[in-house]
């Protein structure tokens, strides 16, 4: 398209934006010259941006007339651009944009706008792989790790891949754990020490993903009991909470939604464990009557919706008996939608094999599934991991992540954020940060200030997809919301509202409520 060149130089066609641009440019007063290869440069930005139906051409003209203008004085007709050539130019911008966006808008907003987006996240992208690997970014250190703890183990290649071989290999005592990986003496006399009082149990899987020679690997941290479980305690464990089980196997505190604690087992048991009441110490395998009583219990409180199956870990179950429970569940006409909560997917992914997607899929066709797991760094993600989770999603939705926010582990934005955008990528939706909880003395040693939980959380804001920020919450007899409000002030119907991102304030009309009362409205008018 081209323009047509108008007579007069109207200004006033153009928007606010436009006219300071145009003002600020000014045309006259050439004064000095500028030096020759600035002038053939202003002469050939010039050139392109006639000759081409782009904006893009448009917007470097202006851009190099207005640096030059702001550094030196140059005013345009210095490099022989004058008034009329730029109101030509920028009617032809409006008239080429889809959305009529104006020369001054894109390049005295638009531009800077973007630019300071850009710089509040160069830190994260210039430290991200380096503080917060994802094990796709390490997968040769963990292959290499693998073959070394396949062989210490004598695994075979079908061991290594299933399941039961992962579940019968794993490393349950000190002596094991010290063939497989570094660990200074000290340690491993304080490990011993622990594992007298805590139930250590890493699958083989789990444990090649600890880096070599890195100190505190977030993955050692999570799975390797320390000093500190037996060492800060000095109280008692809190009892099994028997103040929320109205019935057998049922942990309740909301109307709609209840938990079923269907096993003990975990794959992997966390030093972090919030149930560590509950688990580990030594398998157990619930009697058919202890799950009838807690289904009985959802089929007479036709308040439920919503079940959770939980344990310890609910992919721990078998088959058919994870098949029999969501079977039980789907024939409870108030019983809407079912969760599987589980960390199998990144402690031992090969569990995730046909027939339990086929079990989750058939009851998803059914009502709803949601599998939720938990995932505290980037490194947890594999690609094994990762398709364990592209299978799940495609079978049924997407996983959610409940992470818990841990020292060490995964306290800071760039391991915050890695974590989010990593899982994101690994099909997998991030869906709450739990705070630490205080109830267990285990371990306060990896607890985080609720403060620098809220940094993190906010940050992420306008800095990554919305998609990929989870909420924050702390565990107190229920989930409960930490997150800061971010409205400063609220005066008649109008309020004052923070950017979580930088700080800015901007004032929000809210509804009218005299409108919003009144009843007759829209067809009711009629
Ligand atoms: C976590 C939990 C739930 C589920 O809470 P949502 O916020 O719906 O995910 C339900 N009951 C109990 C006992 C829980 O611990
Ligand atoms: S998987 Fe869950 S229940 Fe099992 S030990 Fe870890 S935190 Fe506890």
Redesign the pocket.
């Known amino acids: 398209m081209k323009t047509k060149p108008t007579a007069e130089p109207l200004t006033s066609a153009f928007d606010g934006y436009t006219r300071t641009l145009l003002d600020e440019l000014g045309s006259d007063g050439a004064g000095e010259t500028p030096p020759p290869e600035d002038v053939n440069r202003a002469a050939s930005l010039l050139d392109t941006a006639r000759k081409n139906d782009l904006t893009g051409p448009i917007v470097e003209l202006f851009a190099y007339l207005l640096e030059q203008k702001r550094s030196s004085g140059y005013t345009p007709s210095a490099f022989g651009v004058d008034g009329q050539t730029l109101i030509d130019l920028a009617r032809k911008h409006e008239a080429i944009d889809e959305h009529l966006v104006s020369i001054g808008g894109r390049l005295t907003q638009a531009l800077p706008i973007a630019a300071d987006a850009n710089d509040r996240v160069d830190a994260y992208l210039r430290e991200k792989d380096e503080v917060a690997p994802s094990g796709i970014e390490i997968w040769d250190t963990i292959l290499e790790n693998q073959q070394r703890i396949k062989k210490k183990l004598s695994m075979s290649d079908s061991d290594w891949n299933s399941f039961q071989g992962q579940i019968r290999c794993a490393i349950d005592s000190v002596e094991t754990l010290a063939d497989l990986i570094d660990l200074p003496p000290q340690a491993i006399e304080m490990i011993s020490r622990v594992t007298k009082a805590y139930r250590m149990r890493i699958t083989p899987y789990y444990t090649s993903l600890i880096m070599p020679g890195r100190i505190n690997d977030p993955i050692m941290l999570q799975s390797i009991p320390t000093g500190e479980m037996i060492d800060n305690a000095g109280v008692e464990i809190p009892p099994v909470a028997a103040d929320?089980s109205p019935a057998r196997l049922i942990?309740?505190?909301?109307p709609r939604?209840?938990?079923i604690k269907a096993t003990n087992m975990c794959a992997m048991y966390c030093t972090h464990c919030l149930r560590i009441a509950h688990i580990g110490r030594k398998d157990k395998v619930y009697s058919r009557e202890a799950y009838i009583e807690a289904i009985d219990y959802i089929r007479a409180n036709d308040r439920i919706r919503?079940v959770?199956i939980?344990g310890g870990d609910a992919f721990v179950l078998p088959n058919p008996m994870i098949r029999w429970i969501l079977e039980q569940l789907d024939t409870i006409d108030h019983v809407t939608v079912k969760?599987l909560g589980t960390r199998v997917p990144v402690t031992a992914p090969m569990r995730v094999d046909s027939e339990l997607l086929d079990i989750l899929e058939e009851s998803n066709d059914q009502k709803p599934i949601r599998v939720?797991t938990q995932i505290n760094t980037a490194q947890e993600i594999t690609p094994v991991s990762r398709n364990a989770f592209r299978r799940i999603s495609k079978r049924c939705f997407t996983v959610?992540n409940?992470a818990v926010l841990l020292k060490g582990i995964n306290d800071s934005r760039v391991k915050m954020w890695k974590l989010c955008e990593t899982i994101q990528e690994a099909y997998v939706r991030p869906?709450?940060i739990f705070n630490c909880s205080y109830r267990n003395p285990q371990f306060t040693h990896f607890r985080v200030p609720i403060e620098v939980g809220r940094d993190i959380v906010e940050s992420m804001y306008g800095n990554i997809s919305g998609d990929a920020i989870p909420r924050y919450?702390a565990?107190a007899g229920?989930?409960i919301p930490l997150h800061r409000s971010n409205v400063v002030s609220a005066e008649d119907h109008s309020y004052t509202l923070r950017k979580p991102w930088n700080g800015q304030q901007v004032s929000y009309p809210d509804a009218d409520p005299e409108l919003y009362n009144n009843d007759l409205f829209a067809f009711k008018n009629y």
């Open positions: 929320h942990d309740q505190f909301y939604v209840v938990t919503d959770l939980t969760r939720v959610l409940q869906y709450y919450i565990t229920g989930k």
